[in-house]
């Protein structure tokens, strides 16, 4: 079954605190694996994808393919980094892919 | 920048009634797909289409659905039949290319309330 599992519905941390996003994935091969982000009352929009290996907003996620797992983290939260974040996965190779969405996870940052 | 537009915002219908769902994809994109989210649930693949026809469809996507794209920048959804459970938000999103590497950008979304 594919499937994308975020454990936390709510997150809510300080600002200047590390944060940590979970994220565990279900499929038979090697999906590729993003983080998609909603701000207040804004489209979503990719945040990053484990391909690319990049660092976005200060954001880094690590696949783990033996806990089938891609954690979000960010060691110092800011105040505008407050949003939902939904992980999610993808079929690599496919004719116009279908994103499959977890449930997505409230980060709330205290000031 | 150029972005994926829906239209209407927010469309209110009556149990039975038919709507259609407006999108118009960024324009040198190729492949088109339909997500929609329930309140309070997970964001769900609808359907996604390439060179005017259907590539994948979820088991959400019954005979109630369908999409088109009547000419070169619009892609529609249509729902025929409107159940109080087809109320949702809808998203729509388009990609240059197909594969999972591919960066799909989506739309802001319709939210469709069935009464």
């Known amino acids: 079954a594919q499937r994308v599992t975020q454990p936390e519905k709510l997150l809510s941390v300080f600002k200047g605190a590390p944060v940590e996003l979970k994220c565990n994935y279900s499929?038979?091969?090697?999906?590729?694996l993003f983080w998609y982000v909603q701000y207040s009352r804004q489209r979503l929009q990719l945040l990053l994808r484990?391909?690319s290996r990049e660092s976005i907003k200060g954001f880094t996620a690590d696949l783990n393919k033996g806990e089938t797992s891609f954690h979000l983290k960010k060691p110092f939260a800011q105040e505008e980094d407050s949003a939902m974040y939904y992980c999610?996965?993808?079929?690599?190779?496919?004719?116009?892919?279908?994103?499959?969405f977890g449930s997505g996870t409230r980060l709330s940052i205290r000031p | 920048e150029p972005e994926v537009t829906q239209t209407p915002s927010h469309q209110v219908t009556q149990m039975g009634q038919e709507v259609i769902l407006r999108c118009v994809p960024i324009?040198?994109?190729?492949?088109f797909y339909w997500y929609r989210q329930i309140l309070g649930q997970k964001v769900e693949f609808l359907v996604s289409?390439?060179?005017?026809?259907?590539?994948?469809k979820s088991e959400i996507f019954d005979d109630q659905f369908s999409v088109e794209r009547p000419d070169g920048s619009n892609f529609t959804l249509k729902i025929r039949s409107t159940k109080l459970e087809d109320s949702a938000m809808y998203f729509c999103?388009?990609?240059?290319?197909?594969?999972?590497?591919?960066?799909?950008?989506f739309g802001p979304g319709t939210r469709l309330t069935v009464l």
């Open positions: 999610a996965l993808s079929p690599p190779y496919s004719s116009a892919s279908k994103i499959i």
């Open positions: 499929y038979s091969g090697s999906p590729e």
């Open positions: 324009s040198n994109h190729l492949y």
């Open positions: 999103a388009s990609s240059y290319q197909a594969g999972g590497y591919n960066e799909q950008f």
């Open positions: 289409f390439y060179n005017n026809e259907i590539s994948e």
């Open positions: 484990h391909i």
